[in-house]
């Protein structure tokens, strides 16, 4: 059962349950003498622990996903989604401090899990996505401050060419392959492969719209899918070259989920196994050259994978990947990991308490209380409307 399936069908009962006993309690109120009026609570008391059953499930492991820690990141087009502010950082980290938690490397929860232990409630991994330096300049100093381990995914065509560690001057782009070796040697630290791309495809003739000067970035997939090979400065030129202005922007899928479409032909199922047989087995052997390690885990571009993508991946020799929709709980398959996606601005602004309330809620939720999630849902229903509202009138997310 997929997580979002499970937190709808244990809120419905709680709140049917709960209903229910409600207005039994009126009705005895209401209905019953002044002396048996007592009933009423007993009613009430009931229905809430009737409803407690629904509300709390088995334990599970909060796998938390960032990407970019950086205090300017809008060379991003989508920095709006997946960049957190260094201060907002640190307030999470000092959140999951507080409320002694127990953060865990992920190749040791998955050794852990291939060897049926049981989930230790309380648990919580921490992943960084894409490879950004900002994670190095800001992420990682961070980390070692609060001593929390932590798994750092990184893309091959956007790992920058340079040398040496960067430890000022501009924040934007990629780590370096020394940088990452840097990482990988601090204990606690991991670095895992993120695929070789990070690609999209197109997946039918269908245009859904034009590249133009405004939008070329957001769709920037374009560009790197006409151009194999490094990728890593991509965001620097002006206007776009492979795919320039004008060309048409087809409806696309993950390059590692599902098969392509190009000039009128789908690509078959075997071609597409191959495909990501490739890529993994291409980030297996340039981790083993460049960091001296072998991969154990690896990370689906987007959390997304065809049905074979696993077995794939197994026979590879990766112990686990990731693109679940569950828990982490004990009964989940223990070569997949499921994660949720961390960001900014929890009510649309930044502001720290909430940000602090939302990790909180978001943490505990996973690991199985669903009380949390009465909190959760308005917090993101109030931060939709403020982006639409900050859409409408032009604000800057940075």
């Not at 599970?60 to 709006?80: C, E, K, M, N």
């Not at 401050?145 to 995914?153: K, V």
């Not at 204990?187 to 000067?213: I, L, T, Y």
Request: overall charge positive; aromatic content about 10%.
């Amino acid at each position: 059962m997929t997580r979002k399936r499970e937190r709808t069908r244990r809120t419905l009962s709680w709140a049917g349950t709960v209903a229910a006993a409600i207005v039994l309690a009126v009705s005895a109120w209401l209905l019953l003498p002044a002396p048996w009026h007592w009933s009423s609570l007993a009613l009430l008391a009931a229905g809430f622990a009737l409803g407690h059953r629904h509300m709390v499930a088995p334990a599970g492991i909060a796998v938390l996903t960032y990407h970019s820690v950086s205090p300017d990141p809008r060379w991003l087009p989508w920095s709006r989604e997946i960049a957190v502010h260094p201060t907002t950082f640190e307030r999470h980290l000092g959140v999951l401090r507080h409320m002694g938690v127990e953060i865990v490397g992920s190749r040791a929860m998955t050794e852990r899990r291939h060897a049926g232990a049981p989930v230790t409630p309380g648990q919580v991994v921490l992943h960084f996505d894409d490879g950004y330096l900002d994670n190095f300049r800001f992420a990682a100093p961070l980390l070692r401050a609060f001593e929390a381990p932590a798994t750092f995914f990184a893309s091959l065509d956007f790992v920058d060419p340079g040398s040496g560690l960067r430890v000022e001057g501009p924040v934007d782009g990629y780590m370096n392959w020394d940088e990452l070796a840097k990482i990988e040697a601090q204990p606690g630290f991991e670095v895992e492969p993120h695929g070789v791309a990070h690609a999209r495809v197109p997946v039918s003739d269908r245009v859904v719209g034009r590249v133009d000067a405004t939008n070329w970035r957001a769709h920037a997939w374009l560009q790197w899918d006409a151009t194999p090979g490094a990728k890593y400065d991509w965001y620097r030129r002006d206007l776009p070259t492979a795919m320039p202005v004008g060309s048409p922007i087809p409806m696309s899928g993950l390059a590692l989920a599902e098969r392509g479409y190009r000039d009128g032909v789908r690509e078959s199922v075997q071609t597409l196994h191959g495909r990501i047989a490739g890529d993994l087995s291409l980030c297996r052997a340039t981790f083993e050259q460049r960091l001296g390690i072998s991969p154990r885990l690896f990370c689906w571009p987007e959390n997304k994978l065809c049905d074979e993508g696993r077995i794939i991946a197994r026979d590879l020799g990766y112990r686990a990947t990731t693109g679940g929709r569950g828990r982490n709980t004990a009964d989940e398959p223990a070569d997949t990991i499921s994660r949720i996606h961390v960001n900014d601005r929890a009510l649309g602004f930044r502001w720290l308490p909430a940000e602090a309330l939302y990790l909180r809620a978001a943490v505990r939720l996973m690991q199985g209380n669903h009380y949390w999630y009465l909190l959760l849902a308005p917090m993101q229903v109030v931060r939709r409307m403020v982006f639409a509202f900050r859409r409408r009138f032009g604000a800057d997310f940075a």
